[in-house]
C-alpha cells in the first residue's frame, strides 16, 4: 500500500480520460489517475453511490462530483464483486469524516489505514455520527474491533449520533435493533451482531438498564 | 421517560448465548479470582486500586483491602489508565511500505522490523507463486524460452528471493530485472497467462 493521504482539493489530480458511469444513481463522471500506481478511494457523499460506482472505483476510476468530501488515497483494491450497501441502505447517509464513512461502508482495510493514520475514532460525521454507530448500525465486529483496539474504551458509552436521538449507548442500539423483526441491516454480509455484543461486553459496556427520553422507535 | 432493558431485548431475540453473557455480565462482583473476566479497563482500575492498597500500608492490610473493599470500587464499568501502543504500532499492516521502513529506526523499530520482515516474506512468496504458476502453465503448452525457464526455476529455488536470483550470472540479472519490471505492471500477476510476452526471453 502506498503512503496514505489526504488530498483536499482536485488540483493535484491528473486526469487521463472520463468515462461517464450513468445509470439510476446518477452520472457520476469518473477520470483515471495517472502518475501513482495507486487507487483512489473517493468517499464521497454515499447519496451519489452505488454499485456501478464502487465497481468504477474497483477499476481505478474515481468520480469526479466531489463536494465537500475528503479523499483518501490506498493501492489496494476494492473487490468489485463486493456489494456495496450503499444503495440500498436507508439511513441517514454520514459525509465529511472518512472513518465515519468507511466503518458505515464496511471496509476494513480503510478504516484500517486511517486509523493507523491517526484518525479520530471519536470524531462525527458532518451529520453528527460517531464511527461507532455507523458499524454498529450494521453489526460489523470486525469494523468496531479495530475501533475498540485504539485503546479507547469509552467508545462503548458514546451516545452521541444523529440517528440515536433517545442517546442510548451501543450495546442498547445494536440490541434494540436487534429484537426487531425487521432488521435488514442486520443480515448484510460481514454482519455479526452477537461477537459485536460480545466485543462490547469485554470492553466495559454497561448492562444496567437505561432512561431516555424517547424511544429508539421514535427517530 | 423510556426504559431501554438489554436483558427484555435479549428475550426478544432468542439467542441463548447472548441471554447467558448478558446475565454472567449482570452477576459479576469483583474478586482476585474473579479479575480474569472482568473488562480490560476494569481490570487496570482494579490495579491501580491494589497499587494504592500497598501505598497505603503493607503486611495484613493489602489482602483485606482486596478482598473486601475494592469489590466495592471496582464494578464491570471501571475505567482505568490502559497502556496502549502508538496507532502506528497496533495499526501496522495498514501503514505503507515507506512509512513501516521510516518506522525501522525508531522507538518502535522491534515491531517494525517483525513487520518489515513479514512485507519481506509476503513478496517472496508472491514471486514463487507466480514463476510457479508461470511454469505450470509452461508445462501445459505455453511457449517459454529456455532463459524465461531459468529465470522462474532459479525463482522458485531461491525462494523468492530475487537478489540471490540476480547473484547467479550477468545474464540472469538482466533477466529477473525484467522479469520484476513485468510482473511490476501485471499487477500481482492478475494478468499472467495471458500475455505471450511474458514468456519470451
Excluded at chain 1, 473517493?42 to 475528503?70: D, N, Q, V, W
Excluded at chain 2, 473488562?39 to 490495579?47: D, E, F, G, H, I
Excluded at chain 2, 501505598?55 to 469489590?71: D, R, Y
Excluded at chain 2, 513501516?100 to 516474506?121: C, I, K, N, P, S
Aim: glycine content about 8%; proline content about 6%.
Amino acid at each position: 500500500m502506498t503512503a496514505l493521504r489526504y488530498v483536499r482539493d482536485d488540483s493535484d489530480l491528473r486526469v487521463q480520460r472520463s468515462v461517464g458511469v450513468r445509470g439510476h444513481y446518477g452520472s457520476l463522471g469518473c477520470a483515471r489517475l495517472l502518475g501513482e500506481q495507486s487507487l483512489l478511494v473517493s468517499y464521497m457523499p454515499l447519496a451519489h453511490c452505488g454499485r456501478k460506482f464502487f465497481h468504477g472505483l474497483a477499476r481505478g476510476y474515481r468520480a469526479r462530483e466531489l463536494t465537500r468530501s475528503i479523499l483518501v488515497t490506498s493501492s489496494h483494491s476494492l473487490n468489485p464483486r463486493e456489494p456495496t450497501r450503499a444503495a440500498r441502505v436507508v439511513m441517514p447517509r454520514p459525509t465529511g469524516a472518512p472513518l465515519v464513512v468507511a466503518c458505515y461502508a464496511g471496509r476494513v482495510a480503510d478504516v484500517r489505514a486511517l486509523l493507523a493514520s491517526g484518525a479520530d475514532p471519536r470524531a462525527p460525521s458532518a451529520e453528527g455520527d460517531t464511527p461507532i454507530f455507523s458499524c454498529i448500525h450494521f453489526g460489523y465486529a470486525n469494523i468496531l474491533e479495530k475501533l475498540l483496539a485504539t485503546g479507547q474504551y469509552d467508545l462503548v458509552h458514546q451516545v452521541q449520533t444523529s440517528f440515536n436521538p433517545c442517546y442510548v449507548p451501543p450495546l442498547f442500539y445494536l440490541l434494540y435493533y436487534w429484537a426487531k423483526p425487521d432488521r435488514p441491516q442486520l443480515k448484510w454480509p460481514g454482519s455479526d451482531p452477537l461477537e459485536c455484543v460480545r466485543l462490547l461486553m469485554e470492553a466495559g459496556a454497561s448492562v444496567d438498564a437505561v432512561e431516555a427520553q424517547r424511544s429508539l422507535s421514535d427517530s | 421517560m423510556v426504559r431501554h432493558d438489554v436483558f427484555e431485548y435479549a428475550r426478544q431475540i432468542g439467542n441463548a448465548d447472548l441471554l447467558r453473557m448478558l446475565e454472567a455480565a449482570a452477576r459479576l462482583r469483583y474478586s482476585p479470582a474473579t479479575h480474569g473476566r472482568f473488562p480490560r479497563p476494569a481490570r487496570y482500575a482494579a490495579a491501580e486500586l491494589l497499587r494504592l492498597g500497598y501505598q497505603i500500608g503493607s503486611g495484613i492490610l493489602v489482602p483485606v483491602w482486596a478482598e473486601h473493599v475494592i469489590p466495592f470500587l471496582v464494578s464491570r464499568t471501571s475505567r482505568g489508565a490502559v497502556p496502549t501502543l502508538p496507532r502506528s504500532v497496533v495499526f501496522i499492516d495498514g501503514l505503507s511500505d515507506e512509512q513501516v521502513e521510516a518506522m525501522l529506526d525508531g522507538d518502535y523499530a522491534e515491531h517494525a522490523t517483525v513487520e518489515h520482515q513479514r512485507r519481506l516474506d509476503a513478496k517472496k512468496a508472491r514471486y514463487v507463486a507466480i514463476a510457479a504458476r508461470t511454469l505450470a502453465n509452461h508445462a501445459v503448452g505455453m511457449p517459454m524460452g529456455p532463459k524465461a525457464k531459468r529465470v522462474n526455476e532459479l525463482v522458485c529455488e531461491c525462494g523468492g528471493d530475487l537478489e540471490e536470483v540476480a547473484r547467479t550470472d550477468e545474464e540472469t540479472k538482466e533477466l529477473v530485472r525484467e522479469w520484476i519490471s513485468k510482473i511490476s505492471s501485471y499487477n500481482g500477476g492478475a494478468r499472467l497467462g495471458t500475455d505471450p510476452d511474458f514468456y519470451s526471453d
